[in-house]
């Protein structure tokens, strides 16, 4: 089958988009509309994972799609876009790394792809970033604390995300509730999207009661039938309840590690020993500070692709919040939104009982 088949095909498989009840409608409405969608979900992206696919997959039902750049080059994101573009013709975002070497470079692609919504992660993104952005593009920027969410919205940022220790890959060490309390009342000039170890309807609900404009989601749409996941990848979220997703651990304090929380397994137990040896060699002169570091931080390079791309399982990273307990089999994004939905309306409906 040609591409240009197979884009027109899937097109006109799209699922047509959701409806929402009035009452949710209502809730989300400030998200909702800045997002340019019918159901205020954001996608969480996921390197390796949030690509052509899952993010047109989700657009299309109805949420909003966030492509995950990642290290990707300024000509690999300029393929990503367009293909993205093809699959769908429903709003979707990239979301770029503050620390991508190349980081201006990947905005212009995205002004030159007529991208709506840039999101950054990573760090506080250059102000030089956020200016280009703004041109063509709503802003979204990560906040740990509402001091630097002030900060950001002074810089520009058109929305806020605050994302709990609850969410897969790298954290803070924040929980998702305690952060919603923290910047929820204070940050109303723009929407806030909360995230981090959101599974369930009755959770978006209550978020939304508090004073979100929406919400993020990642964890449950690794399973999703678009998603490219490896298999293995997949059937590990499936098999895997909210205790096996832990963060990795810092053995000395000389040493920092930035806490990722992932399924536990053999790369996991590996990560422990790997920094228990360069440890010992380093009390013991054998090596300086600065390689001992280097030498932990490159433990993990490539993992994620090893597990998610490759299905290497065992020795390769998980990244998975903890919400993956809720992730009982491999369904289509349109199942998994509708049914957020249907458990969002039935909290709707016993409140109002």
């Known amino acids: 089958m040609s591409e240009a ?18 009452r949710l409608a209502a809730m989300w409405k400030r998200g909702a509309e ?31 799609g966030v492509i995950a750049c990642g290290a990707m080059t300024p000509q690999l994101l300029d393929a990503e876009i367009k293909a993205t573009q093809a699959l769908t013709k429903r709003p979707f975002g990239v979301n770029l790394i503050t620390m991508h070497p190349q980081l201006l470079e990947l905005v212009d692609i995205c002004a030159a792809n007529k991208v709506t919504h840039m999101v950054f992660a ?11 952005a703004k041109i063509f593009a709503k802003v979204l920027c990560f906040a740990p604390a509402v001091v630097m969410a002030k900060r950001l919205i ?19 060490p924040v929980s998702t509730s305690v952060l919603a309390q923290e910047i929820l009342p204070v940050i109303r000039d723009v929407p806030v999207f909360v995230a981090g170890g959101i599974g369930r309807g009755e959770a978006i609900v209550s978020f939304l009661e508090m004073g979100a404009s929406g919400v993020q989601m990642g964890t449950r749409f690794v399973c999703a039938s678009e998603s490219i996941a490896h298999p293995k990848f997949k059937q590990a979220f499936v098999r895997a309840s909210a205790r096996d997703a ?27 020993e790997t920094q228990r040896r360069v ?71 016993a409140r109002s009982a």
């Open 5 to 22: 088949v197979a884009t027109e095909s899937f097109l006109k498989t799209a699922p047509p988009l959701p409806v929402v009840s009035p």
């Open 34 to 64: 800045f997002l340019g969608c019918p159901v205020a979900i954001l996608a969480g992206a996921m390197t390796w994972v949030s690509e052509r696919n899952l993010v047109a997959a989700i657009s299309n039902a109805g949420g909003f």
């Open 122 to 132: 990573g760090g506080v993104p250059p102000g030089e970033a956020i200016k280009r």
């Open 154 to 172: 002074k810089n520009g940022a058109d929305a806020i995300v605050i994302e709990g220790s609850e969410a897969g890959g790298h954290i803070g």
């Open 246 to 272: 832990m963060p990795t651990v810092q053995l000395d304090k000389r040493f920092p590690v930035i806490p990722v929380r992932a399924l536990i397994n053999k790369g996991t137990e590996e990560f422990m």
């Open 279 to 349: 440890l010992d060699r380093f009390v013991r002169g054998e090596v300086e500070q600065q390689a001992a570091q280097l030498e932990i931080e490159h433990f993990w390079a490539g993992a994620l692709r090893r597990a998610a791309v490759d299905g290497d399982i065992e020795n390769g990273s998980l990244m998975a919040g903890q919400s993956v307990g809720m992730v009982e089999r491999e369904e289509p994004v349109a199942a998994i939104i509708a049914e957020l939905l249907a458990q969002a309306d039935a909290a709707l409906a």
